[in-house]
C-alpha cells in the first residue's frame, strides 16, 4: 500500500485531497498545526507540529517513510524549503502542485534526478 503525506488537510482543497486519497486505498498522515479538528475519518495518523520549525518538523517526521508527500499548505519558500531538506530523511520528495487542471509530479531521492511524471 503506498504511504502518503499530505501537508495540511483540515479545510478548503487540503480536505477535499485527504478524503479522497482514502476513498482510493492509500494508507494517510497528514500534517498540520492542530488548531483544527478533523472532521476526516480512514486517515492513519494526524501529525500535529509548527512546520515553520524545521527541528520540529524533522522530530515529527523522524521514523516515517511516504511514497508521496502532497503540499497544500505551504504559505511562503521557507515552509518548502523546511520539507524539501527532509527528503534525505523520508526516502523520497514530491512535490505535487495542480496546474491547468491536471496534476504534475516531481520526484527526487537522494540517488536520482528530478523527473516530471503524473500522479
Known sequence: MKQVLVMGGTEFVGKAFLQQLINLGYSVDFLTTGRRRSTISGYTTHIKCNRKKRSDLTAALK??????????????????DNLYTLRMCLGRFSLHSRIVMQFV???TSPTEKPSLGSL
Open 63 to 80: 521514523h516515517k517513510q511516504y511514497h508521496y508527500i502532497v503540499d497544500i499548505s505551504a504559505y511562503d519558500k521557507e515552509d518548502v
Open 105 to 107: 509530479k516531481v520526484t
